[in-house]
């Protein structure tokens, strides 16, 4: 009876013993499954950023030759008479050119004396005011003097003395043939775009009134355009009197 009995428990403990171990190696981890490799895709190419071009600027000064296109003398023009030339050559900004020949410009007489009659020497003066570029005015600067026909044109600057006029040819009107070579030079900076377009955002009539405001004569025109409209003519005509002296 004690050897069943042992039996018994022998084969309990055996069972509990098994049954304790058998949790156990449940827990143990599995291997870790192989890990499929999964391909990285290459970048898309990326195109070259091209480099961002900036404006062109056309200095104030820079110089620029027109050529008269009509004839103009002391008989038949008067002061504050306009005459046309044409910018005679390209003018570049860098190596883009930014004032084709040919563009027209305009010029002002600023004074005239005599005809040329009674033995008396027609006088002018004259000043490059401005060019025309796509309909808008940009103001260029040059003063010159033309006394007695045949005569070679002066810059109207303070070097040239009136009294080396007094020897040159007597009688005759103030002759400025056309084609006659005047040298201006820009009033302003001007910007252009990269392909030499004049920028959109140029002010034509503030540049224009600057550039009046600058001369003695452009300072007389703006204070008679200010006053009533009878007195204006008059002021205009003693505006033109005036010398460039």
């Not at 027109?66 to 002391?74: H, Y």
């Amino acid at each position: 009876m004690k050897i069943r009995n042992s039996a018994y428990a022998l084969c309990a403990t055996s069972i509990f013993a098994l049954a304790s171990i058998a949790p156990a190696q449940t827990t143990e981890q599995a291997p870790a499954a192989a890990v499929e490799a999964v391909p990285v895709a290459e970048p898309a190419p990326v195109a070259p950023i091209e480099a961002v071009k900036s404006d062109l600027v056309l200095k104030a000064g820079t110089p620029i030759t027109l050529a008269v296109t009509e004839e103009v003398n002391s008989s038949t023009h008067d002061a504050g008479d306009i005459f046309k030339l044409t910018v005679l050559n390209d003018v570049k900004a860098g190596d883009v050119v930014v004032i084709p020949r040919g563009t027209p410009a305009s010029a002002e007489i600023t004074w005239r004396t005599g005809k040329g009659a009674f033995g008396k020497s027609g006088k002018m003066e004259f000043a490059l005011t401005s060019i025309k570029l796509n309909g808008k005015d940009i103001p260029v600067t040059g003063n010159f003097r033309q006394e007695g026909e045949g005569n070679t044109v002066a810059t109207g600057v303070g070097v040239i003395a009136i009294g080396l006029f007094a020897g040159f040819i007597t009688g005759k009107r103030a002759r400025l043939p056309a084609g006659r070579e005047l040298m201006a030079q820009l009033g302003q900076d001007v910007t252009f775009s990269p392909d030499g377009q004049l920028s959109a955002s140029f002010d034509s009539n503030a540049a224009m009134k600057a550039a009046e405001e600058k001369t003695e004569i452009g300072k007389c025109k703006i204070a008679a355009r200010d006053m009533p409209a009878k007195k204006q003519e008059k002021a205009l005509e003693e505006c033109y009197s005036k010398r460039m002296e």
